[in-house]
């Protein structure tokens, strides 16, 4: 079966099925001048909202590229939000890393934080968009997930609300942690390179975090973010089956 290239069109709502419009500037270049697309070509549009369609490939040309609109539907978010909080880490392309695994996975957003032992404060909300939309675009994702900046763990805790997780390396955390039925929103907070410091396993102790052990070897920032929103997103039933042993 060949593969239908998809095209991130904000504002498609206000589109009908059944009529033709322009894919925006950036995404008709690279449909007329990368993909080479031909008039009659098959193709799918998001909106990042939640909303997708299908359609045809009408013409391009530089000067931009028409498509024609056949069906449209709304994908429901999942009933719960896992987002991932990380620390800040040292070297952008984990961070690049983190945003590209998280949104295929279906991570809801993305919280990341100045931690005590972070070289300097986030930032690059525009280069994480463009990464996001790419992995929408590969992975069949309708919804772009949100991103967000905190200079502090302590601005963190105290602006979001949700049942905590903490990845903790500390020998004190635990390898069982049971979610309340009740939870619709999960913050997985992931600590920088050298773990937490005293005063942020405090902060999160306050908040009511649930303290998680990822095993005994010791991950990178970008694979203990991978593994605990697998974890997360598999034990609210968002990662297809769940697998056990008898």
């Not at 880490?89 to 295929?104: A, K, L, Q, S, Y």
């Not at 990341?112 to 690059?124: E, V």
């Not at 968009?129 to 967000?148: A, I, N, Y």
Request: proline share 6%; hydrophobic share 40%; glycine share 12%.
């Amino acid at each position: 079966m060949p593969h239908t290239h998809r095209f991130y069109c904000p504002g498609l709502a206000a589109t009908a099925p059944g009529t033709e419009f322009p894919l925006p500037k950036e995404e008709a270049r690279h449909a007329v001048a990368v993909l080479r697309l031909r008039p009659g070509d098959r193709l799918e549009v998001f909106d990042g909202l939640g909303l997708s369609g299908s359609g045809t490939f009408v013409r391009g040309d530089r000067s931009g590229a028409v498509v024609s609109l056949e069906h449209l539907a709304r994908r429901e978010p999942p009933s719960i939000g896992v987002y991932l909080a990380p620390a800040w880490p040292h070297r952008d392309r984990v961070v690049d890393e983190i945003v590209c695994r998280g949104t295929e996975l279906g991570v809801a957003g993305f919280h990341f934080w100045r931690a005590d032992r972070s070289q300097r404060a986030p930032g690059g909300v525009e280069r994480w968009h463009r990464h996001t939309v790419e992995s929408c675009k590969q992975c069949g994702r309708d919804t772009l997930p949100s991103l967000r900046t905190w200079d502090s763990l302590d601005t963190l805790l105290a602006s979001e609300q949700g049942c905590l997780v903490a990845a903790d390396l500390d020998e004190g955390a635990g390898g069982m942690v049971t979610l309340s039925a009740t939870a619709t929103r999960i913050i997985l907070v992931v600590g920088p390179e050298g773990d937490f410091t005293d005063r942020e396993r405090g902060l999160l102790g306050a908040a009511g975090a649930l303290r998680v052990s990822l095993g005994a070897l010791v991950l990178r920032t970008e694979a203990a973010s991978a593994v605990l929103a697998t974890l997360a997103l598999n034990a609210a039933g968002q990662l297809g089956a769940r697998l056990a042993f008898p």
